[in-house]
C-alpha cells in the first residue's frame, strides 16, 4: 500500500520534470512575457496552463493520499499532450495549426483529468444483488443517494435510513422512474440519536427485512460545537456512536446471511490525527476545530473498521470496509457557515472541474458492497478490515492498526451508547471477543 503513494510521487516527480521542460522550451521561443498573451500564443498559454492544473490536483491526490496511480494509457495521453503543448509554442506553425494542436492537447489533457479526478476503477454492474437487502444510510442526497440508485439498478432490495422523509421519498420517486422494479423502504433514522437507532431497528424488524450489507453513509460536518440530547458532540455522535449502535444492532441478522457486509464510508482526512484522546470525543473540552473533530471520527470509522474485522472477518465470515468517496460534489458544507454555504452554492458545477460527482464518489461503496472478490476472500477467513479508495486497497493511518486503541474505542462506545442494554446477551458476547 506504501507502494502505491510512493509511486505517486514518482509520477508527480515526472510530471514536474516534463512540465518544467515545457515551459523552459515555451520560455526559449517566446521573446518577452508579453508575447505569452499575444493572440498568436493564446492557445499555447491555455494548453500549458491546463497542463499546470493537471500537476496540481494530481499532487493534491496525492498529499490527501488518494491519489489514483496513472496507467499505461494515460501516462501516454499525458505525454503526447505535453509533447503538442510544447509544439504549440512554434512560430514557425500558422495559428490554424497552432490552434488545432492545441485542441488534440487539450482533448490528452482532458482525459488525463478525467481519469485523476474521476478515479480509475469502479465497480461490476453486472453483478447480480437481487434477492439482497442493503441498508443505506443518509441515501436521500450526495453520495447515499446514488449508491441507493446504482444499487437498486443492479437488483437489490433497499433500506433508505434518513433524517428527512420528503427528500427520501423524492430519491425514492427518482428510483423508481428510473427501475420502476425497484424494491424500496424508507425508515426514519437520526443517527445522532440513540433513541432514533433503536427505533430504526424494531421498525426494520417488525418488516421482517434480514439485511445482507449495511453501508454506514451518513455523516456529519459541524463548524461549530453542537451536542445531541445526551450531551455528546454531533459529529462523534453522528460519524462514529451512531453506527456503531446501529452496526452492533444489527449484527444478528448480518451474520445470519451468506457473506455479510458492513460498509463503513470513511473520509482520507483520517490520517491527519496523530493520536486519539478518547476522554475528550464526546464534549471536546480542549476546543473546537471542526477539522479536527471531523478527521477524529473518520479515525474512528477505521479503528472501528479493524475491530469489526477482528471479532467478526475469520470467525463470522463478516467483511468488514472503510471505503473512501475522494472529494466529491455533495452538501456537506450544510452545517458549516452560511458564507461558506454560499461560495459553495455559487461555484457549482464548476467543482466538477477538480471533483468528483456523487455517481463517481459512489463507487468505492458500491465496489465494496458487491464485489465478488471479497466474498470470496471473506470465506477463506484472509481479508477484511481494508481502507478502499477508488475501488481499489490503500494506506490507511498507522493509529488504526492499533489493537488496544481499537479495542479501548469499542469498549468506550459501548458505554456511551449504553450498547448492552439492548441486548444483555450479545451484548456480554461482543465484550469478551
Known amino acids: 500500500m506504501l507502494s502505491a503513494t510512493v509511486s505517486s510521487w514518482a509520477q508527480v516527480c515526472v510530471i514536474i520534470a516534463i512540465g518544467c521542460c515545457v515551459v523552459v522550451s515555451s520560455w526559449n521561443e517566446k521573446d518577452s512575457i508579453q508575447n505569452w498573451v499575444e493572440f498568436e500564443s493564446a492557445t499555447h498559454t491555455a494548453a500549458l496552463l491546463a497542463l499546470l492544473y493537471i500537476l496540481i490536483i494530481y499532487t493534491f491526490q496525492v498529499i490527501v493520499f488518494e491519489a489514483t496511480l496513472l496507467d499505461w494509457k494515460h501516462q501516454c495521453a499525458l505525454f503526447v499532450a505535453t509533447i503538442l503543448v510544447q509544439r504549440t509554442s512554434s512560430r514557425g506553425d500558422s495559428g490554424f495549426a497552432q490552434w488545432i494542436l492545441g485542441l488534440l492537447a487539450g482533448a490528452h489533457i482532458m482525459a488525463v483529468q478525467h481519469f485523476i479526478v474521476q478515479g480509475g476503477v469502479g465497480f461490476d454492474r453486472s453483478v447480480d444483488m437481487r434477492n439482497k437487502v442493503c441498508i443505506i444510510t443518509g441515501a436521500n442526497t450526495g453520495i447515499g443517494a446514488t449508491t ?39 425508515i426514519p433514522l437520526d443517527l445522532c440519536s440513540c433513541t432514533s437507532v433503536r427505533q430504526f431497528v424494531r421498525r426494520l424488524k417488525d418488516k421482517t427485512l434480514i439485511p445482507n450489507v449495511l453501508i454506514n453513509n451518513a455523516g456529519v460536518l459541524m463548524a461549530n460545537k453542537h451536542v445531541n440530547d445526551d450531551g455528546i458532540e454531533m459529529s462523534i455522535a453522528t460519524n462514529h456512536l451512531g ?25 482520507a482526512l483520517h490520517h491527519k490525527p496523530s493520536m486519539l484522546h478518547l476522554s475528550d470525543l464526546a464534549e471536546r473540552r480542549q476546543g473546537f476545530d471542526m477539522f479536527r473533530v471531523y478527521a477524529d471520527s473518520k479515525l474512528c470509522n477505521m479503528l472501528f473498521t479493524r475491530e469489526l474485522h477482528r471479532r467478526f472477518g475469520a470467525r463470522a465470515g463478516l467483511v468488514a470496509l472503510c471505503v473512501h468517496p475522494g472529494s466529491v460534489v455533495t452538501d456537506v458544507h450544510r452545517d458549516m457557515h452560511p458564507l461558506v454555504t454560499w461560495i459553495f452554492a455559487i461555484l457549482g458545477p464548476l467543482r466538477l472541474i477538480a471533483m468528483k460527482s456523487p455517481m463517481a464518489g459512489c463507487g468505492s461503496s458500491v465496489h465494496a458492497a458487491t464485489s465478488p472478490f471479497w466474498g470470496k476472500k471473506a470465506t477463506a477467513g484472509t ?6 479508495a477508488n475501488s481499489t486497497v490503500t494506506q490507511f493511518n498507522p493509529i488504526a492498526d492499533d489493537e488496544k486503541l481499537a479495542e479501548k474505542l469499542w469498549e468506550w462506545s459501548v458505554h456511551m451508547t449504553n450498547f448492552t442494554a439492548d441486548n444483555e446477551e450479545l451484548g456480554s458476547s461482543l465484550l469478551r471477543q
Open 243 to 267: 453506527p456503531f449502535l446501529l452496526t452492533n444492532l444489527l449484527l444478528p441478522q448480518l451474520l445470519a446471511t451468506n457473506n455479510p457486509r458492513v460498509i463503513n464510508v470513511g473520509s
Open 148 to 186: 441507493a440508485m446504482t444499487l437498486a439498478g443492479m437488483g437489490a432490495e433497499l433500506v433508505l435510513g434518513c433524517r428527512s422523509e420528503p427528500k427520501a421519498k423524492l430519491i425514492m420517486t427518482q428510483i423508481y422512474a428510473k427501475h420502476p422494479d425497484a424494491k424500496l423502504h424508507f
Open 383 to 388: 481479508t477484511g478490515g481494508q481502507y478502499i
